[in-house]
């Protein structure tokens, strides 16, 4: 890995979902999970969604912003935006 | 507290923002002039190879109105760069779109990376530059501490999916904002939709760029690919909300708890 490793500043925790019949049936945290590329397992984590501000609560304040493909017009509104104004 | 040196430019279609973190404020003339620089060199990458653009270079190679050889040497680098990213994913990543010739793939990451370096060149060992998402990271933003990259969760606006801690590295996103509305798969011609977002973090965003809008065109099947690409880790986040990553992601990255 040519990206020097990163320090993780908080937990990491994901929630494994059990899937029967397109429905979720079951949520289980789990443990700094590894995929296996060769696992045939079906499994899914629920990606959860946290604003900056909580982020920073939990010490893992962002100092940039990796997304898709952003507009001029997007980009007003985008936290990328609130941290170039934000000029130490 | 550092000093920062600002500056977002509107350019490419896009946003790009350069974050120098300086040592001291004497550096930060030359810096100025370096992000100048980048700028200049953004804007003329815009020139040659907008494809929104009639008179680029590339929309007039694309209507075979001049030849490769009248073209920047540029032109002929980046062609044979997707040539290389196209056999490197099976075809999966491809330099034509709608029968013209279209560049645009590589040449938003590749340009970005050359930005950096030329504010490297000029002195600086601590700056990010972001464009439009795609990131090229050197040095740290403080002393002792890596930049934390907030990966935006393509479903949540304003917020975040993952966090990424990077040093010398960077990080690409692809997801559906791109090319206006979709990526295509080349093998059936039809949108990608299995996949909201895809991330890749490496070294150099030439290829993390790239290769991130290959595996968003590969869908689910990206994840065994760039698992089998040494220097390269991937975080994706599919239509429905659910994810995946490599076995290395974690290494650099996490997700937030919930």
């Known amino acids: 890995m040519p990206a020097s490793e990163g320090d993780r500043t908080f937990g990491l925790v994901q929630v494994r979902l059990t899937i ?40 893992a304040g962002i100092d940039v912003v990796s997304g898709a ?15 170039d104004a934000a000029k130490a | ?76 680098d980046v062609l044979a760069l997707c040539a290389r990213v196209g056999t490197a994913s099976r075809g999966y990543f491809s330099s034509t779109y709608a029968g013209h010739l279209d560049p645009t793939g590589v040449v938003k990451g590749w340009s970005v990376q050359r930005a950096s370096e030329l504010l490297s060149a000029a002195g600086s060992r ?10 090229q990271l050197v040095g740290e933003p403080e002393p002792g501490r890596c930049w934390q990259v907030g990966i935006a969760h393509p479903l949540h606006r304003n917020m ?11 990080v690409a996103t692809s ?5 206006g509305a979709h990526v295509l798969d080349p093998f059936t011609g039809r949108p990608a939709v299995q996949l909201a977002s895809v991330t890749v973090v490496s070294a150099e965003l030439t290829l993390a760029d790239a290769y991130a809008t290959a595996a968003f065109a590969m869908g689910h099947a990206g994840r065994d690919w760039l698992e089998s690409l040494d220097g390269f880790e991937g975080f ?23």
Not at chain 2, 162 to 169: A, H, K, M, P
Request: charged letters at 20%; a negative charge.
């Open chain 1, 20 to 59: 029967t019949n397109g429905k979720i049936t079951a949520a289980t945290a789990v443990d700094y999970p590894q995929n296996d590329p060769h696992s045939a397992e079906i499994s899914a984590y629920a990606i959860p969604a946290l604003s900056s501000e909580v982020l920073a609560k939990q010490g």
């Open chain 1, 69 to 83: 493909t952003i507009t001029s017009d997007a980009y007003a509104r985008s936290v990328q935006a609130a941290l």
């Open chain 2, 1 to 76: 507290v550092v000093a920062r040196l600002v500056h977002v430019e509107h350019v490419m279609g896009t946003v790009v923002s350069f974050d120098i973190r300086l040592d001291d404020e004497s550096r930060r003339a030359a810096m100025s002039a370096a992000v100048a620089e980048a700028v200049t060199w953004l804007h003329r990458v815009d020139a040659v190879f907008s494809t929104y653009r009639a008179d680029s270079q590339i929309s007039r190679l694309s209507r075979a109105e001049i030849a490769l050889d009248e073209c920047d040497a540029d032109v002929a």
């Open chain 2, 126 to 135: 601590n700056h990010s530059v972001n464009g439009g998402g795609d990131l």
């Open chain 2, 160 to 170: 975040f999916a993952s966090v990424v801690g990077v040093r010398d590295g960077a």
């Open chain 2, 175 to 179: 997801g559906t904002a791109e090319r």
């Open chain 2, 236 to 258: 994706a986040v599919a239509a429905d909300g659910s994810g995946w990553w490599t076995s290395g992601y974690p290494k650099v990255g996490s997700l937030p708890v919930p």
